[in-house]
């Protein structure tokens, strides 16, 4: 009975533009209605920009505009997951809607298809399926490296 809960990870799935992803339960720190958010000059366009989290300037991304899905709509469903990577740095991750929490089994969990010789797709862990849907795992220590970079 322990090696089946063992082999089995829990996920936060949501929609970006009209694709489902996912992150591992253990990075997402809380989910926010959509606050009110202070752009920053010249940042990054995948920057939001700042909100204030219990004191605390918190950056906000829209991957929509880096992934080149649709333009962000902002509506009564959008929310901000908050996230955390290996070194407990915060971010904020602007979403479409929160959908729910998908217990995967780790055989499930397919490696994200190679694009060419050298190129997989970027910022993605790894691809599971539910019902229909191909659910795409974001490697959120990857997006904190990405985010990282840019400045």
């Keep these: 009975m322990d090696n089946i809960k063992s082999d089995t990870r829990s996920y936060l799935s949501f929609k970006l533009g009209n694709e489902i992803f996912a992150t591992d339960v253990k990075s997402t720190i809380k989910i926010l209605q959509l606050p009110e958010i202070t752009k920053v000059p010249e940042s990054p366009k995948k920057m939001a920009g700042l909100i204030n989290h219990h004191g605390n300037v918190l950056p906000v991304y829209d991957l929509n505009k880096s992934m080149d899905l649709k333009d962000n709509c902002y509506d009564k469903n959008t929310c901000v997951i908050i996230l955390s990577n290996d070194n407990y740095n915060n971010i904020g991750l602007i979403v479409n809607d929160v959908l729910s929490v998908e217990e995967v089994k ?46």
């Design 106 to 151: 780790a055989e499930d969990i397919k490696p994200p298809p190679q694009i060419g010789e050298n190129t997989k797709l970027e910022n993605i862990a790894g691809i599971f399926q539910k019902n229909d849907n191909f659910i795409m795992i974001l490697d959120v220590n990857d997006i904190f490296k990405q985010i990282k970079s840019e400045y």
